[in-house]
């Protein structure tokens, strides 16, 4: 099991950046594929991107291509979101998550992912 601790969340008015980082415990990090998810009020858990262990393959959801990115750093056992020209619609908690592989065929599915950070807020102003 690892523990995954996010920050950089906050309060940002519409078309502003944040980055978000999660960093994670264990010495297996560079071992397993991470991914955002996130959770606005009264909606499920929404996928928003993944990342390889070794940081060569990524994947989006349609809603935030092209404005946010994922990347790691196995070297500091950490994983981040840049978040560019964000909108209303991003307010949520977001929540890094690991899965125990290095990569999936189904990076969007929230079972995929065995541990879970605590999550951080992000609100976006209009």
């Known amino acids: 099991q690892v523990q995954l601790v996010e920050s950089g969340g906050g309060l940002v008015q519409a078309g502003g950046s944040l980055r978000l980082s999660c960093a994670a415990s264990?010495?297996?990090?560079?071992?397993?594929?991470m991914a955002w998810f996130r959770q606005a009020p009264g909606k499920e858990r929404e996928f928003v991107a993944a990342?390889?262990?070794?940081?060569?393959?990524?994947y989006y959801a349609d809603s935030v291509k092209g404005r946010l990115t994922i990347s790691r750093d196995n070297a500091k056992n950490t994983v981040y979101l840049q978040m560019n020209s964000l909108k209303p619609e991003d307010t949520a908690i977001y929540y890094c998550a690991a899965d125990k592989a290095s990569w999936s065929s189904r990076p969007d599915r929230v079972v995929e992912y065995d541990d879970w950070g605590q999550g951080t807020q992000v609100t976006v102003s209009s």
């Open positions: 990342i390889s262990g070794n940081g060569r393959a990524t």
């Open positions: 264990g010495r297996t990090f560079s071992t397993r594929a």
